[in-house]
């Protein structure tokens, strides 16, 4: 079974099919129109800081704002054995990493090594990176294999996802209260001889436990990468505790409260998701 082979550590790389492909296509068309002076990978890269996170900001909102999005992801998810029925998604996250990027102040914290569940993520959540545009090799995101049953020292103690909402959340680029953000990280850098770097192009999607170590790489490939990210979570293995032990989060709160099902948009029963984030809180 696919979900039991993720949440041993296995990963996998596909395409999407044609029914699913509507979902990259309007995610790339308004990538096209915010970035109408040229090529959105070249312009992304050569424009201020503050302009490039005014227009992601306003791609995000149509994004969020375009509900018939969901229904393109059903023949994913069919295909991945999964009943679109039983899947609680986040927001999708549209990432865009300019050239070079690494090179600014203030940029540590997008390359810390994490996992996600130092986010107060779920530790059975399940993410699909998919490229929008060319990401060549070394300048996606690196993981961490070896780590994924095997703890490492981190400061997640320090992240409290009420706080993190109060400064923000995820992917602000303004607010009063910025500073004040706790971005989770190791206390060492890993070593691991089984680390690999993740891939690809539009149309390619890449499978992971986000309990995996992993970490966004330095883009030194002359051009932006875009690329975005589905979250989600299986009800049933939130239900019946279904996935990777916690080996080293002390994060509190829990994003669960975000992910709504993807056929009638509700939540998880508050009794049900106050469970799992006991029951899977490090003793």
């Known amino acids: 079974m696919l979900l039991e082979r993720l949440f041993v550590g296995e990963t996998f790389s596909g395409s999407f099919r044609e029914p699913s492909f509507p979902f990259l296509k309007t995610i790339k068309d308004y990538i096209y129109e915010e970035f109408s002076e040229g090529d959105p990978v070249f312009v992304s890269s050569s424009i201020p800081y503050l302009d490039l996170a005014a227009r992601m900001e306003k791609i995000r909102t149509r994004i969020y704002e375009n509900i018939s999005l969901k229904k393109f992801l059903f023949p994913l998810f069919e295909s991945l054995g999964m009943d679109p029925s039983d899947v609680y998604v986040d927001l999708f996250r549209l990432r865009c990493i300019p050239n070079g990027f690494h090179n600014k102040p203030g940029s540590e914290s997008v390359l810390y090594i994490h996992r996600d569940s130092w986010y107060a993520n779920p530790e059975n959540q399940i993410n699909i990176w998919i490229p929008i545009t060319l990401v060549k090799p070394g300048a996606g995101f690196t993981l961490y294999p070896s780590y ?8 997640s103690h320090l992240f409290d996802y009420k706080h993190w909402l109060e400064t923000g959340g995820f992917q602000a680029t303004t607010h009063s209260r910025l500073v004040e953000k706790i971005f989770p ?12 770097s ?8 890449f499978l992971f ?6 970490g966004t790489e330095e883009n030194n490939q002359g051009f932006s990468r875009f690329s975005t990210e589905i979250r989600f979570v299986l009800g049933s ?31 998880l029963p508050n009794e049900v998701i106050q469970n799992y984030v006991n029951v899977a809180a490090l003793k």
Request: aromatic share 8%.
């Open 185 to 196: 990280k190791p206390n060492h850098v890993p070593k691991d001889s089984k680390q690999f």
């Open 148 to 155: 994924f049953q095997n703890p490492i020292p981190n400061n």
């Open 237 to 267: 293995a939130i239900r019946n505790h279904f996935g990777p032990v916690n080996t080293d989060n002390r994060s509190t709160g829990t994003t669960l409260y975000e992910m709504k099902n993807l056929v009638n948009d509700k939540i």
């Open 209 to 214: 436990s986000s309990h995996h170590l992993h």
């Open 198 to 205: 993740v891939s690809g192009d539009l149309g390619d999607y």
